[in-house]
């Protein structure tokens, strides 16, 4: 149990790191979110649970993947922001247009042959 405390805690404190620097200098705070590092996070805590390299490799090719989609919510919300919808709504609808984007992607890669 005090392993699954430990992984929260260092996560949780990272986040909240992350955001405080962003108070201070929006571009050093956005240096630091666009690092891995849940995905960092995720592989390190995996490898220590597991040691397992090919289910760490397995994830990391979905990560691969699964980012691409997930740009699609730095693309709109600036533009709906920037286009006066209210912070909540353009945020709703921007994380409404990356689920649709996940799906496409979902959708899309067993077609092409790539598995997630």
Known sequence: M???????????????????????????????ASLPVTSILALGWLYHDTGDLAEIAALTRSIFWLVLPSLVLFLVLPVLLERGVPFWSALGLACAATALAYGGMSWSL???GVSL
């Open 110 to 112: 067993p077609r092409l």
């Open 2 to 32: 005090l392993p699954l405390i430990l992984k929260f805690v260092i996560s949780a404190m990272l986040i909240v790191a992350i955001s405080e620097v962003a108070k201070r200098s929006t571009a050093l705070g956005a240096l630091l």
